[in-house]
């Protein structure tokens, strides 16, 4: 199992929420978030469609999902597609390996745990 995080533009959200659910991912935990990108120390002002911006002041969408190996690249690349304008400041998509998940309601320990698309509940 992995978890991957990914730090969107709120902008970006819904398109990244509709891209997950056609992939058939449709569990995820999301909260807002404030950050610092690498670019955003040295020069704060960025335009984006004609509007100049405090980079550090765009509004994000931290976004956190366990899933099983299987459905790991397919995932990354799904979110990297919808993020995407090409714009300073498009976020950034982290991996992580998982030791342990367990479904609380049935006691489902590990991939067995985790949802995949398809799964019925
Ligand atoms: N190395 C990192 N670790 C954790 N969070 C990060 C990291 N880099 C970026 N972030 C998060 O992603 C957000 C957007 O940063 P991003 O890297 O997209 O912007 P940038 O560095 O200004 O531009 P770019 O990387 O596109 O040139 C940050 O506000 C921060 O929340
Ligand atoms: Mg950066």
Redo the contacts with the bound molecule.
């Keep these: 199992m992995k978890k991957i995080e990914a ?1 969107v533009r709120t902008s970006k959200f819904e398109d990244v929420k509709t891209a997950l659910k056609q992939a058939g991912i449709d569990f995820f935990s999301y909260w807002e ?8 120390l040295g020069e704060m002002h ?1 335009s984006y469609r004609g509007t100049v911006y405090d ?2 002041y ?1 509004s ?1 969408i ?1 976004i956190s999902i366990v899933l099983k190996d299987a459905n790991v690249i397919k995932t990354i690349e799904c979110i990297e597609k919808a993020a995407f304008t090409g ?6 998509i ?1 991996s992580y390996d998982i030791e342990e998940s367990v479904r609380i309601r049935n006691g489902a320990r590990g991939e067995a745990s985790t949802s995949g698309p398809g799964d019925s509940l």
């Design positions: 730090i978030a404030s950050g610092i990108g690498n670019e955003q960025h980079t550090q765009i994000r931290f714009e300073i400041g498009d976020g950034m982290f």
